[in-house]
């Protein structure tokens, strides 16, 4: 008996095959062709959205977004290899209908719509609300790195470049002694370097140091403490246990299917003081002004859960109880408790903190060297009871910029009471199952663990791309392709 054996690549059918039949029913693509045609490409924000009168004819965005979006499922993120597919791919040539673009013109458009493709990802977050895929109830922050395209050796911070100009100057007067030597012609008959070559050398060396210094004078005038040279927005943080040039993506995942709410790119090495604005965004979205939101031990802020608990959100943080004095416009004000294991809570808006026992903290100067302004009462902690020390010697340190620290503040008609945060111990366990599935998923699955675009927009419109894929692929296996497409056609 013979083995299985297909067709003969040589026999002539009468009615061959017609593409539509090697997509089944049931395939993802499908389902990106019905999404995607029932957008309004011109009001999400997309450029060239309308063809043109006169001209050559262009390609339509919407093949664009399908196939950057086939791509991102598909873990084919390349425009090179998205190019490729087109020509090779049976379900590509069926939801392209036969296109094959070049790469520039693919990478183009990922490009110049990276804003418009975040609506995108709103706009079927929107959609999986209607179909009652998110819970709204309870809602999981956390961030995670994400390699850009900026190696470490194009990285300096005021340290780095110090230690490299250090090093230049006593190069080049090492070579200038070997210069001041007599015996040099003796030296380089025995093949040592040349006037010439040291001459050339210390031209060459003096040429860099120049250049190091013009990047520590642009991070003196900017206020910043890192500069990249390849990603300008890129920063240097703690990645999986070693230091990387990285993207800090912060998202927030309902808990109910797992699904991505909203995210955020940014380039803040942690992920303190972040928790209360991915908490609006997500609560933006949803539509819902009451959530519960679970973070781990790196959004513990004395400050920013004050401000979740102002917004009217209820958030647990790991190893986040504490007591915090919040601003209120009560017009009297609450006794404060004797004891308290609290931190200081910083009020932009007035220039001061509020001390854990409702104290008040003033400006008081700010240290260049590490970027933070500090503010006490030296009157107050001297005869407190609370030996709480809101920050070294009795001082609060805030994360802002020199150029928006002043010592103008408002302390007038301020009420405060006091709040005890207690987080509930079960929903701070189910934090890792929540968040760190799509991320998980995300880097594993998905080959997306690193970035392909450069700049802080671009990246975030490659994000969108990411986790709407992300969201794509969950809601096909929570109601299957063809529920989920009788959805978008109601």
Wanted: aromatic share 8%; with cysteine.
């Amino acid at each position: 008996m013979d083995f299985i054996s297909g067709a003969d690549r040589q026999q002539m059918l009468l009615l061959p095959k017609c593409v539509d039949d090697y997509v089944s029913e049931e395939n993802a693509v499908r389902v990106i062709e019905a999404y995607v045609n029932s957008l309004d490409l011109q009001a999400l924000g997309f450029t060239r959205s309308e063809p043109n009168d006169t001209g050559r004819p262009m390609y339509d965005p919407k093949d664009f977004l399908k196939l950057y979006i086939y791509g991102y499922m598909n873990r084919v993120r390349s425009s090179r290899r998205l190019e490729t597919e087109t020509k090779r791919n049976l379900e590509v040539i069926w939801l392209l209908g036969g296109l094959s673009p070049d790469h520039k013109t693919i990478a183009t458009f990922r490009r110049d719509n990276a804003a418009a493709l975040k609506n995108v990802f709103r706009d079927f977050v929107r959609l999986c609300m209607k179909l009652g895929l998110y819970g709204k109830e309870l809602v999981a922050v956390d961030g995670s790195k994400f390699k850009a395209v900026n190696s470490k050796d194009h990285n300096f911070g005021g340290k780095k470049l110090e230690e490299r100009i250090a090093r230049i100057e006593a190069k080049i007067e090492e070579y200038l002694r070997e210069l001041e030597d007599s015996d040099w012609e003796e030296n380089a008959a025995a093949g040592e370097k040349s006037s010439e070559e040291i001459a050339r050398i210390i031209t060459e060396l003096a040429a860099r140091k120049e250049l190091y210094q013009g990047y520590a004078e642009e991070l003196a005038q900017t206020e910043a403490l890192q500069i990249s040279l390849t990603d300008p927005d890129s920063r240097l943080m703690m990645a999986n246990g070693k230091m990387d040039v990285c993207y800090n993506v912060q998202t927030a995942v309902d808990s109910a299917h797992k699904l991505i709410a909203a995210f955020e790119v940014t380039n803040i090495p942690t992920d303190k003081n972040q928790l209360s604005d991915m908490a609006g965004k997500a609560a933006e979205i949803l539509e819902a002004s009451a959530l519960d939101f679970v973070a781990d031990r790196g959004y513990s802020s004395a400050s920013d859960i004050a401000k979740c608990l102002r917004s009217g959100f209820t958030v647990h943080v790991a190893d986040g109880e504490m007591d915090i004095c919040l601003p209120t416009d009560e017009a009297q004000q609450e006794t404060i408790s004797a004891h308290t294991n609290g931190l200081a809570v910083y009020i932009p808006e007035r220039n001061i903190a509020i001390c854990p026992m409702g104290k008040i903290l003033y400006p008081g100067y700010y240290r260049k060297r590490n970027r933070k302004a500090a503010f006490y009462n030296a009157a107050a902690c001297a005869c407190c009871p609370c030996k709480c020390s809101v920050g070294r010697n009795s001082r609060f340190e805030v994360d802002i910029s020199e150029r928006s620290f002043t010592k103008v503040y408002d302390d007038k008609n301020l009420f405060v009471k006091q709040i005890h945060v207690r987080p509930d111990k079960k929903l701070v366990k189910s934090r890792k199952s929540i968040v760190e599935h799509p991320f998980g998923t995300v880097k594993r699955s998905m080959d997306a663990g690193y970035c392909l675009t450069r700049g802080l927009q671009n990246v975030s419109g490659e994000f969108s791309l990411t986790f709407l894929a992300y969201n794509l692929k969950r809601a096909i296996n929570i109601l299957g392709a063809n529920k989920l497409m009788e959805c978008m056609a109601a």
